[in-house]
């Protein structure tokens, strides 16, 4: 029953992802093409500074909460999760909004910063509290995301073709992308209205604080990844030009589509180790290791196949114009692999063995070295710079988290 499960929700995610391909293959080349590389790097810049605020909203309750809903006892268990981490994170994004208000009004005038782009591309702040994936994903039911992110793309992907005709149109593009995950989160709970309706409970202050407290290491770790992810694009835009952002911008969202497809395997497999960990930690290390296997195997496969093929991957996708695109595509080609190594020793064995401590600080680690090779590489190699950077800190974060599992997993052995 439990596996049975497990092949549906890997099933639905796969789904999911196959057409999230297909759409983000129609509509990545048709935005780079009507709007060009500078209008296409600014909206990019302009949505990792937001991406700050998504990071702080999610507040690692995309871990916690499946991993926790997952192993709850009842529904009574479950709907008290949900309202205390919706109230958790309906707190901290109003808090932020206040935040962001005063920093719009006390800002310079001589500060070059597009306030109308910002305000067009905030709406993804309010979708990721719209649209509650870590509540699907701990009852392991993704065929509900798969409908609900899929009905959404098509309905952006529509409404794009008819009203963005050129460049001067950026701002509608923001606003359509920055609007998906509202609409996904508006066809997520009509779904929970009709099928789940008891998870609406008053939340209470103590609950908040707790899960609060249970999120703020997950969420120490996914800030320190941000620090050497999405900074490392507002860095390239602050050091060089919006056209530079939007070359390593078209090869990073296409990176962007491969992780999405090991999320999907990873989003799916999660709750089931979570579960399998507390009845057989021994059974879930045996399970992590097969799923590992074929995880990463399958990956290195689709890294060298974005490195090999990467001139032609970009001719074809983005049209002429994009030649700088291919050599940084050729250096990203190869962190799925190496991501999808960092997913299986962090995610599926640290946070779910209780390593949640060590896989912080080796992700701030991570942030430091980052932050100390960012600006000399940046400086001297621009938007290729940075892709060498991306590259060599998810190998750090790998191998160090590889060392960290291998010691806890000959601690289990020894028993």
Same mark, same amino acid.
């Not at 991993?67 to 268990?77: G, L, Q």
């Not at 208000?101 to 500060?111: F, H, K, N, Y």
């Given at each position: 029953?439990?596996?049975?499960?497990?092949?549906?929700?890997?099933?639905?995610?796969?789904?999911?992802?196959?057409?999230?391909?297909?759409?983000?293959?129609?509509?990545?080349?048709?935005?780079?093409?009507?709007?060009?590389?500078?209008?296409?790097?600014?909206?990019?810049?302009?949505?990792?500074?937001?991406?700050?605020?998504?990071?702080?909203?999610?507040?690692?309750?995309?871990?916690?909460?499946p991993?926790?809903?997952?192993?709850?006892?009842?529904?009574?268990?479950?709907?008290?999760?949900?309202?205390?981490?919706?109230?958790?994170?309906?707190?901290?994004?109003?808090?932020?909004m206040?935040?962001?208000?005063?920093?719009?009004?006390?800002?310079?005038?001589?500060?070059?910063?597009?306030?109308?782009?910002?305000l067009?591309?905030?709406?993804?702040?309010?979708?990721?509290?719209?649209f509650?994936?870590?509540?699907?994903?701990?009852?392991?039911?993704?065929?509900?995301?798969?409908?609900?992110?899929?009905?959404?793309?098509?309905?952006?992907?529509?409404?794009?073709?008819?009203?963005?005709?050129?460049?001067?149109?950026?701002?509608?593009?923001?606003?359509?992308?920055?609007?998906?995950?509202?609409?996904?989160?508006?066809?997520?709970f009509?779904?929970i209205?009709?099928?789940?309706?008891?998870?609406?409970?008053?939340?209470?202050?103590?609950?908040?604080?707790?899960?609060?407290?249970?999120?703020?290491?997950?969420?120490?770790?996914?800030?320190?990844?941000?620090l050497?992810?999405?900074?490392?694009?507002?860095?390239?835009?602050?050091?060089?030009?919006?056209?530079?952002?939007?070359?390593?911008?078209?090869?990073?969202?296409?990176?962007?589509?491969?992780?999405?497809?090991?999320?999907?395997?990873?989003?799916?497999?999660?709750?089931?180790?979570?579960?399998?960990?507390?009845?057989?930690?021994?059974?879930?290390?045996?399970?992590?290791?097969?799923?590992?296997? &074929?995880?990463? $195997? +399958?990956?290195?496969?689709?890294s060298? !196949? @974005?490195? %090999?093929? #990467?001139?032609?991957i970009?001719? *074809?996708?983005?049209?002429?114009?994009?030649?700088?695109?291919?050599?940084?595509?050729?250096?990203?080609?190869?962190?799925?692999?190496?991501?999808?190594?960092?997913?299986?020793?962090?995610?599926?064995?640290? &946070?779910?063995? $209780? +390593?949640?401590?060590?896989?912080?600080? !080796? @992700?701030? %680690?991570? #942030?430091?070295?980052?932050?100390? *090779?960012?600006?000399?590489?940046?400086?001297?190699?621009?938007?290729?710079?940075?892709?060498v950077?991306?590259?060599?800190?998810?190998?750090?974060?790998?191998?160090?988290?590889?060392?960290?599992?291998?010691?806890?997993?000959?601690s289990?052995?020894?028993?």
């Open positions: 029953m439990i596996i049975n499960r497990l092949t549906q929700n890997i099933f639905s995610l796969l789904t999911l992802k196959g057409v999230d391909y297909i759409l983000n293959f129609v509509m990545l080349p048709f935005l780079l093409r009507m709007l060009g590389a500078d209008r296409f790097g600014a909206i990019v810049f302009m949505q990792s500074v937001v991406q700050y605020m998504v990071v702080a909203v999610e507040y690692g309750f995309n871990m916690t909460a991993r926790d809903i997952a192993r709850a006892s009842d529904e009574r268990a479950i709907g008290k999760i949900f309202s205390d981490v919706m109230s958790a994170k309906i707190l901290i994004a109003l808090g932020l206040l935040l962001t208000l005063i920093a719009i009004v006390v800002m310079p005038s001589t500060v070059d910063f597009d306030v109308i782009l910002f067009a591309v905030l709406p993804t702040v309010l979708g990721n509290i719209a509650p994936v870590w509540f699907f994903q701990g009852i392991q039911q993704m065929k509900f995301i798969t409908i609900a992110v899929t009905s959404a793309r098509l309905i952006i992907l529509c409404s794009m073709f008819f009203l963005i005709n050129g460049p001067n149109d950026y701002l509608i593009a923001a606003i359509l992308q920055s609007s998906m995950m509202i609409v996904a989160g508006l066809l997520s009509a779904i209205i009709k099928n789940y309706r008891y998870v609406f409970v008053r939340p209470t202050l103590d609950g908040i604080k707790n899960v609060l407290r249970d999120g703020r290491e997950i969420f120490i770790s996914t800030v320190a990844i941000n050497y992810t999405t900074t490392n694009i507002v860095i390239l835009g602050l050091m060089t030009n919006p056209t530079a952002v939007g070359y390593f911008g078209a090869a990073n969202k296409l990176i962007d589509s491969v992780k999405g497809l090991m999320g999907a395997f990873s989003t799916a497999v999660y709750p089931h180790v979570s579960a399998k960990v507390k009845e057989s930690p021994r059974g879930a290390i045996e399970f992590i290791k097969k799923f590992g296997r &074929l995880y990463s $195997g +399958l990956f290195l496969v689709v060298i !196949i @974005l490195c %090999a093929f #990467a001139a032609p970009v001719e *074809i996708l983005f049209g002429a114009g994009y030649e700088q695109t291919i050599l940084i595509l050729r250096l990203m080609a190869w962190l799925p692999f190496v991501i999808s190594l960092s997913n299986v020793f962090g995610i599926h064995f640290m &946070l779910n063995f $209780g +390593l949640q401590d060590l896989f912080s600080r !080796i @992700l701030i %680690a991570a #942030a430091v070295l980052d932050f100390i *090779i960012i600006f000399p590489l940046t400086s001297e190699y621009g938007n290729i710079g940075v892709a950077v991306m590259l060599l800190v998810e190998i750090f974060v790998t191998l160090v988290m590889g060392l960290a599992v291998r010691k806890k997993i000959n289990y052995s020894s028993v």
